[in-house]
């Protein structure tokens, strides 16, 4: 069993930034794949980034350029770098991990960036 943990929404202005953090407990070995989701208002849960076991990110062509996806050495870490922010950013953000192809959610975090 895996356990998720976000931290680090808020509330910021346009041109800002925050940093998203997530805390990966229970059973870690064999994850192979986290994530960052977000959920704006209305619409689908929506990949942002992604980082693989060899270390190869991916991100979506809106956070390309803005935002950093990483993790610590242990795996039990996985950040979200959040910059130059604009209103559209405005989101609840999920972390994810895949492990062993079983998928595995956190509770979310509140990314509210104002205008």
């Known amino acids: 069993q895996v356990q998720l943990m976000e931290s680090g929404g808020g509330l910021v202005q346009a041109g800002g930034s925050l940093r998203l953090s997530c805390v990966v407990s229970g059973s870690i070995f064999g994850i192979n794949t986290m994530s960052w989701y977000r959920q704006r208002p209305g619409t689908q849960r929506e990949l942002v980034a992604s980082?693989?076991?060899?270390?190869?990110?991916t991100y979506a062509d809106s956070a390309k350029g803005r935002f950093t996806i990483s993790t610590n050495n242990a795996k039990n870490m996985v950040y979200l770098q959040l910059n130059t922010l604009k209103p559209e950013d405005t989101a609840a953000y999920y972390c994810y991990v895949n492990r062993i192809g079983r998928d595995h959610w956190g509770q979310g975090t509140q990314v509210t960036v104002s205008s």
């Open positions: 980082i693989f076991g060899g270390g190869a990110t």
